[in-house]
């Protein structure tokens, strides 16, 4: 990159994301941030999903790779973790580790025209075949990161005493923590296996992924800032070891129409809205778990019979189990003795839901884009965190009194039907705590609003890619 073309010429930029449409969705936010600002962005995933994608804004170049074939996946049905059963995820690893290949003649042909050749490769946590390849062609790779939250819980890069005594870092890794972090219940710490361990189709764990992206990389943006993640944002900046450049945190359009991974009727949708009209202001609790790790049966029944025992209006977007008959869903009888809550198992707009004037809180499993969703509109929350990321970020949000989590099983992490009613009144009911919760809501609804703040932030970022040349 010369000096002409840093200061000043658009930069050509490849994004590279995880398929899942929790990474896909934000990190098109941001290719279209870029792609506003004149740059030229490709953004790199497999046919289906990029089918799936809402409708651009902005001129973003999608570049369709096709995922190759793994026994025991379907041949063209698999491509998003949307798509894939967790008893199948480690196949669809497999398959996504495949994706090297044509990436590989992607950026070759790209790097033999230098009316092409990229400036940068943005290769989210886990795409470490796009960083080890952008670095074989000398292209500089920044690493994308979801959140601070689960580094500064999970993990932390190990150091040594050299020949002097002094403490220096070895190779950077994400290595699990030998104690379990403070607040962390027992069955989260045990789910770390899950990032830890080796999976057998694929041969690398999830860690060994993130490790390898974070190694061939110049610096790290991350979808979040010191503002959202106060404790965390310093702690995981030290972790990391390379530059941290925050991103801010890509709120969506709130225009309700953008979507990926799922469609629902339109009467459906009309009779969601219709039904949400006739509700009194903030009388309603919006309940939406996420569409990747569905709960086991006997929880969606506790979940239900909670909802039950609260006795708060609720519109509830559930997900059903895979092989489960749509009568077996709920407990018996539960829609009859519920009449003023709706349950919808199709598809929703939930950034309309989120914007209409009956909701008032949010319970939900804690995911990033949900977070950012749901303060957006400022409403406080009911937390019930299923995976990953979701425990940190949720431990996070209820420091800063922004709603509850429902009491869980320190062992397995079951609930029942009596915390997620407890949960829920206080955050609706009671009117002494809601007060605080509606107030922090409110708080942190004037950070993720604040567009100018995170188009700079996305400034920033541009700046500092327009910094770094090659070494």
């Known amino acids: 990159m010369d000096a002409a073309r840093s200061s000043s010429s658009p930069l050509r930029i490849v994004i590279c994301p995880w398929l899942a449409f929790g990474h896909m969705l934000p990190y098109l936010e941001l290719a279209e941030r870029l792609a506003s600002r004149g740059h030229r962005v490709s953004f790199v995933s497999t046919p289906r999903n990029l089918a799936r994608l809402p409708p651009r804004r902005h001129a973003v170049d999608l570049v369709s790779l096709p995922l190759p074939r793994v026994e025991g996946l379907p041949d063209d049905a698999a491509e998003s973790t949307n798509d894939v059963p967790p008893n199948k995820r480690d196949l669809h690893w497999k398959a996504f580790d495949g994706l090297a290949v044509p990436f590989a003649e992607f950026l070759a042909a790209a790097c033999a025209d230098e009316d092409r050749r990229p400036d940068w490769i943005l290769a989210d946590t886990f795409v470490h075949w796009a960083a080890a390849i952008a670095l074989q062609h000398e292209v500089p790779c920044a690493m994308l990161l979801p959140s601070a939250a689960m580094i500064a819980a999970c993990w932390h890069r190990p150091s040594s005493l050299d020949e002097h005594g002094e403490q220096t870092r070895r190779s950077i890794v994400f290595e699990e923590p030998a104690e379990r972090p403070e607040g962390m219940l027992h069955y989260e710490w045990e ?281």
């Open 191 to 471: 789910k770390r296996a899950h990032f830890f361990g080796t999976r057998s189709a694929s041969g690398m764990s999830t860690a060994q992924r993130a490790s390898l992206t974070l190694q061939r990389c110049k610096l790290v943006a991350m979808r979040s800032c010191p503002e959202w993640e106060p404790e965390a944002f310093p702690v995981a900046a030290a972790l990391l070891g390379k530059p941290l450049v925050p991103l801010g945190l890509l709120p969506p359009s709130p225009d309700g129409a953008r979507r990926g991974g799922g469609g629902g009727g339109d009467d459906e949708v009309d009779a969601t809205v219709r039904w949400l009209d006739a509700q009194p202001p903030g009388s309603v609790v919006y309940v939406a778990l996420g569409s990747e790790v569905p709960l086991p049966m006997a929880l969606v029944h506790e979940l239900a019979l909670g909802l039950e025992l609260a006795g708060t209006r609720f519109l509830w977007a559930l997900r059903k189990p895979s092989g489960v008959d749509d009568a077996d869903v709920l407990p018996l009888g539960f829609q009859e003795r519920t009449r003023h809550g709706l349950v919808t198992m199709g598809w929703v707009p939930q950034m309309s839901i989120l914007a209409h004037g009956a909701v008032g809180a949010f319970l939900t499993h804690c995911g990033r884009n949900s977070l950012v969703e749901g303060l957006l509109f400022g409403h406080p929350l009911v937390m019930l965190p299923i995976v990953g990321d979701q425990g940190p970020n949720a431990r996070a949000m209820e420091r800063r009194k922004v709603g509850l989590q429902v009491a869980r099983d320190d062992k397995d992490g079951s609930f029942d039907r009596h915390g997620v009613a407890a949960a829920v009144r206080a955050v609706m009911l009671v009117e002494e705590d809601r007060k605080v919760f509606v107030a922090n809501a409110l708080e942190m609804q004037a950070l993720v609003a604040n567009k100018q703040r995170h188009e700079a932030y996305v400034d920033e970022f541009i700046h500092q890619l327009r910094s770094y040349t090659l070494q």
